[in-house]
Structure formats: C-alpha cells, structure tokens
C-alpha cells in the first residue's frame, strides 16, 4: 500500500521559505517520478513541480520557477520542496503525489504565507 507522508507546512510571513518533506513507502521509491501539487481554497487542483526517478530531472510551473527547488533523497525515501520567496498567492495544502499530479498522494500539510 503506498503511503505518503507530508510534513513542514506552516505559517510565514511574505518572503519568507519553508521545506516541505514527503515520507513514503509501500513502493518502489527510488524507481518512481514525484510530483508536488497544491489546492488552494475554492481553487482546482494545480501541479507545482515533478521529479523524476533518480533526480537527474526536475520541473516547475511557471507560478513556482525560481522560487520553489524540488529534491529528493532516495536512500531515505523522502521527497522535498525548498520553498523560497514566499507569496500570498502560495497559501495551500501541498501534496505530494506518487508518478505524475494524478498519482496516489499523501493526506497534505497546509502551508499559509500572510503578514
């Protein structure tokens, strides 16, 4: 059974970072892409950024590009998301999801950015 576990969130001041970590199991990881997606209030599902299995490639969404680093480190089964130059606009739950932004994905970890 994958099981994936986020964790970092919290509240920050505009321009300010946070790191967001995603334990997994019941699976693979190191053969697995990952994804970062995010929900905001009232607001559809959006992908944030993708890495693929060994790390070699990343991806981000132009709202993120620059601000946010995608990163993993397969010997602890962990995914992260360095999440620098914070904005309001940020405020989410983050997910992390298995394979691509409509894969298996952990239960969230809420991230406010607000003065």
């Known amino acids: 059974e994958v099981q994936l576990v986020e964790s970092g969130g919290g509240l920050v001041q505009p321009g300010g970072s946070l790191r967001l970590s995603c334990a997994a199991s019941?699976?693979?990881?190191?053969?697995?892409?990952m994804s970062w997606v995010r929900q905001a209030p009232g607001k559809e599902l959006e992908w944030v950024s993708m890495?693929?299995?060994?790390?070699?490639?990343?991806y981000y969404a132009d709202s993120v590009k620059g601000r946010f680093t995608i990163s993993r480190d397969n010997g602890k089964n962990t995914l992260y998301l360095q999440l620098n130059s914070l904005k309001t606009e940020d405020t989410a739950m983050y997910y992390c999801?298995?394979?691509?932004?409509?894969?298996?994905r952990g239960q969230g970890t809420q991230v406010t950015v607000s003065s």
């Open positions: 999801a298995k394979g691509g932004p409509t894969g298996d």
């Open positions: 019941g699976f693979i990881f190191s053969w697995s892409d």
């Open positions: 890495i693929n299995s060994d790390g070699s490639s990343t």
